[in-house]
């Protein structure tokens, strides 16, 4: 295949493999051991001409998934039909997101009855717009500009996140010029760092 997505696996409520885990039916994996199996994911993939462009996804060159690369770069989408989920960027005033009522039935009787059928909406103040854009992007093994940061949001990534400069002493963060992203350390403990910017 051209791409390849490879997710550590994650015990979502409401799922059956987090009920089987919470009866002890299904163990989960030693973080080591996910850590081993991520980096022999790495190692096969490369190996074998994939790119890893995003922490859970590779791709042969030029086959990368715009469609998430949308979502990873805080982009605005539109989605249509029941359950759907929308974002705008520049909405309100750093950022909107609404989803769609999700029983098929129940959105249909909305539109119908309205011609919408949001169910959840919510307006990003800056804080937490800055955050999202930032380890959104920083899933992506290219990270981000920083000059494009502050030409989106008014300020510099430094100044929104002076922790960020430790982070990069700490080895976690690499910086090129204006362009941040995840050391190979920051990869394997991405959900940490992306903690601090949220």
Not at 54 to 77: Q, T
Not at 134 to 154: I, K, W
């Amino acid at each position: 295949p051209e791409h390849i997505s490879a997710y550590n696996l994650t015990y979502e409520e409401g799922t059956a493999f987090h009920e089987w885990r919470g009866r002890g039916l299904l163990q989960q994996q030693h973080e080591d051991t996910e850590l081993e199996m991520f980096e022999l994911t790495q190692s096969l993939l490369g190996e074998h001409g994939y790119r890893q462009y995003e922490i859970s996804n590779y791709a042969r060159p030029g086959e990368e998934c715009r469609h998430n690369l949308n979502y990873w770069r805080a982009g605005d989408y539109l989605g249509a039909g029941a359950g759907a989920h929308s974002f705008a960027a520049h909405a309100d005033p750093a950022g909107r997101r609404w989803s769609n009522r999700k029983a098929p039935v129940a959105y249909m009787s909305a539109v119908e009855a309205c011609g919408s059928a949001i169910d959840s909406a919510e307006s990003l103040d800056d804080g937490r717009a800055r955050g999202e854009f930032v380890f959104l992007n920083l899933r992506c093994l290219d990270g981000f500009d920083a000059a494009a940061f502050a030409q989106r949001f008014g300020v510099s990534f430094t100044e929104a996140f002076p922790h960020a400069l430790g982070l990069h002493q700490d080895g976690l963060l690499e910086v090129d010029g204006q362009q941040w992203r995840l050391s190979p350390r920051g990869l394997e403990l991405a959900d940490s760092v992306f903690a601090t910017f949220l």
